[in-house]
């Protein structure tokens, strides 16, 4: 597989960071993860613009514009022949002298890889998934991190390990006052007598690409939706609850814990409508 490393196209096993890049030593940077869709990358402009909310917050200089960026994507997409697949944007702040300062930490790395699709394969029939309530961690109070995915996600990888341990697909991470933020991959929804909810970005929940594209479908087909505050327990009382991440889209939630959860035609309705962007964004035969 093909990876692009700091202005060049080169394999995976040329591929080859110092041991002094920031990014390894003390996660100072960001990443971005993706559709890839008939060889082009699915909603770009807003993972573009959380890339740039994450230069000016990590005060990293830019080192690729957008438009090359998106350029990129879709010759590494073409040069792995890999039309569907998962493409991972991480910028780090560069090689840089011991310590945590980083004045002389002056070039920073930019680094793309493509994946396949995640097993099982995302297919037009909505997927469920089976959570449990993270125990071990929670999302710290919001701060000027939350807004982007910065390189530092030890509070997601707790949560998931315990997920592992329990054979469940994803784990709810509650923010600092116990309410209901996200799951460790995505964000996430639920609906109740009719109306679709999600958390408010005040828990600290990130503001997902898919999120903001769940919240415009909605919009889009006349439903309901609020920004609402909930507890885990009244969470697995809802009538559906489904998740939104770039690398599925949406997908529903059949279990939370010992609790099921049913499926709606809602959630049905809302997966339907988002493959209908997904094709009309990245229609075949349409790559720059």
Known sequence: MLTFLNGEFVSEEAAHIPISDRG???????????????GQPFRWASHAARM???HQALRIPTAIDSSTFSKVLCELARRNAQAEGIARLYVTRGSGSR?????????????????PLPEPTPTPQLQQWTLITAQSVRLPPPNPLSSFKHANRLVQILA?????DQGANDAVVLDH?????ESSSANIFWVLDGVVHTPPLETNALPGVTRSLVIELCARTNLDLSETRICPEDLNRADSVFLSLSSFGIVAVSRIGAAPIPCSALVHRLHEAYLRQ???ECPAGDTP
């Open 99 to 115: 310590g945590y300062s980083p004045r002389d930490a002056r070039s920073p790395t930019v680094l793309v890889t493509m994946h």
């Open 160 to 164: 998931r390990i315990e997920a592992d």
């Open 52 to 54: 740039e909310r994450a």
């Open 24 to 38: 390894f030593l003390y996660g100072d940077g960001f990443f971005e993860t993706l559709r890839i869709h008939n």
């Open 278 to 280: 997904l094709e009309s």
């Open 177 to 181: 006052s116990g309410s209901v933020a």
